[in-house]
């Protein structure tokens, strides 16, 4: 198993970064509505794994739902999608590297958060609701109490747990660009997903599937939904953003660049990554 080095892997990080602002609109928005459908999938995947073991066996249900979940990462970041999480820590770190605007960091994030919500409420419209694997009996019960937690989270809880939980998620996508083989992918994602998964951290795009679902199902409103998306994506940002992006940036090339606006100091790392 090839792996590589965290400095390597922030290069890796700040190519990508630079990338994923580079790609045609209609390419991002068909990347972006895939990972929205996949996350949603594994959610999906989640609750019908989960929603039949009895309370008694809580302990276990929670380990086993979380242990399928990371299913829709893996497919996001081998089989190809944009997620809005994996690019709140990439696209800031390109923009640290003065590598691109902004302006693009915020279009990117904006079309990314856009076809990740259609891509995620296409799951649980037709698949949750026409098929109907959220809208009976105890997976009826599990969407409704899993929305109903999210919801009920205050407006600082919300944004502390998004915090927690793309602190995790953004590991494990800073873990899948330090393997080379698909096996050491599979791994690098699946334990940090895993992890806040059990622990119960909000994740921005799961969120988009499960409280919509509970919505078509006739529960809570979508001022509710948009109250629970503001301090989630707010959180799920830093969580991104500086909680892995600025805090390996300036734990390993902060200073051979000079992040001034629109200027850049040549040095070893231009020459590491062929710039």
Not at 10 to 32: A, C, Q
Not at 197 to 204: K, L, R
Request: hydrophobic share 55%; glycine share 12%.
């Amino acid at each position: 198993m090839s792996l590589l080095t965290p400095d390597k892997i922030l290069e890796i990080s700040i190519k990508n970064g630079v990338k994923k602002t580079s790609y045609p609109i209609l390419t991002t928005l068909i990347l972006g509505f895939q990972a929205g459908a996949y996350i949603s999938l594994g959610f999906l995947l989640y609750i019908r794994v989960t929603a039949p073991l009895s309370e008694g066996l809580s302990g276990l249900s929670a380990i086993l739902g979380a242990s399928v979940f990371p299913i829709g990462l893996i497919l996001t970041l081998i089989a190809g999608g944009e997620l809005l999480t994996g690019n709140m820590m990439v696209v800031p770190l390109a923009r640290f590297a003065a590598k691109i605007t902004t302006k693009q960091v915020i279009q990117n994030w904006f079309l990314i958060t856009v076809s990740n919500f259609f891509g995620a409420i296409f799951v649980a419209y037709f698949f949750g609701h026409i098929v109907g694997l959220t809208e009976t009996g105890a997976y009826l019960e599990s969407t409704v109490h899993i929305a109903q937690h999210k919801i009920g989270a205050t407006f600082l809880q919300a944004f502390v747990s998004g915090i927690g939980c793309n602190w995790l998620v953004a590991a494990a996508v800073w873990l899948s660009y330090g393997s080379n083989d698909m096996i050491g992918k599979i791994a690098g994602i699946w334990f940090p997903t895993m992890a806040f998964v059990a622990i119960g951290f909000q994740h921005v795009v799961a969120n988009m599937f499960v409280i919509p679902a509970a919505i078509f199902a006739g529960h809570f409103t979508w001022l509710d939904y948009v109250g629970n998306f503001i301090p989630v994506f707010l959180g799920n940002a830093v969580g991104g953003a500086l909680f892995i992006g600025m805090a390996y940036w300036f734990a390993y090339k902060k200073n051979e660049y000079a992040v001034i606006e629109g200027t850049k100091k040549p040095g070893a790392f231009d020459k590491k990554i062929g710039l």
